[in-house]
């Protein structure tokens, strides 16, 4: 069976209602990163930052997947399918995908302050101050933040190295490491990128640019790669 491996980013959960970051409109347009997504700003204002993402947490919560993330699902009738996902929303999960790799964590669960590696459900959409882990520590989501270490890296590195096919949807590759995993593919794959901006954006060579929104291009890819 061929391994198709997809990496997605903020950009295929755009139309289920979920803002990007970069670009007009993006939700660091409206927040300074070190004021909400730095390991330094939990320190500073705990408050502020479990607010920023108790926020974020309950547009996931009330987000649906779209037709990308629906179309996505098919493949795997006829390819083992791997995602490899910059996204902390669990759409690609809902949306019925089997294997799915969170490279920046999943905002529906919380963590230790402590201890990564102690992760936990949430019951509604808060984490609240005071809510402690096991260990005493204050709970916070569950998400990585930037100067933190992307512990799934390694793992996610060994699958795009297995790649057949390569499918990039919805992402600026501006962020690493996660955008060194291009480097990764191998020559033989068959790439492919869907962003409304990928001619732009891409740096692979060989890769076939589909300059659309996912709803739309991921669904004809889908069944251009079924039949
Ligand atoms: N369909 C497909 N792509 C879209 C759509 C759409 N409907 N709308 C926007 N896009 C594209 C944009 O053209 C852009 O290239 O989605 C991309 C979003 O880019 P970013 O906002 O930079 O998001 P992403 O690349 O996922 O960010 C990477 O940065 O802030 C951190 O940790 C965060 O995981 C995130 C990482």
Redesign the pocket.
């Known amino acids: 069976m061929k391994h198709i491996v997809v990496f997605t980013?903020?950009?295929?959960s755009?139309?289920s209602g979920l803002k990007?970051?970069?670009?007009s409109d993006?939700l660091?347009e409206g927040y300074r990163?070190e004021d909400v997504?730095t390991p330094e700003a939990w320190k500073r204002d705990p408050e502020r930052v479990q607010h920023f993402y108790n926020v974020r947490r309950k547009a996931v919560l009330e987000a649906k997947p779209n037709a990308?993330h629906l179309a996505l699902v098919a493949l795997e009738d006829k390819y083992r399918v791997t995602i490899v996902t910059?996204?902390?929303d669990d759409l690609h999960e809902r949306a019925g995908s089997s294997r799915v790799l969170h490279?920046?964590g999943l905002i529906t669960k919380a963590q230790s302050d402590i201890n990564p590696s102690l992760t936990y459900p949430i019951a509604g959409s808060e984490i609240r101050m005071g809510e402690c882990c096991e260990l005493g520590s204050q709970l916070r989501p569950h998400v990585?933040w930037f100067g933190e270490p992307v512990p799934a890296m390694g793992t996610a590195i060994g699958i795009c190295r297995q790649a057949d096919i390569f499918i990039v949807?919805?992402?600026?590759?501006?962020?690493y490491p996660?955008a060194g995993l291009l480097d990764e593919i191998p020559v033989r794959a068959a790439k492919y990128f869907?962003?409304?901006?990928a001619s732009t954006?891409s740096r692979l060579s060989d890769v076939t640019c589909v300059d659309d929104?996912?709803?739309v291009a991921v669904p004809i890819l889908v069944e251009k790669l079924m039949a």
């Open positions: 980013g903020a950009g295929i755009a139309e990007t970051f970069r670009g993006g660091w990163v997504a990308a910059q996204n902390i490279l920046h990585v949807v919805g992402t600026s590759l501006q962020v996660a869907i962003d409304p901006q954006l929104k996912a709803t």
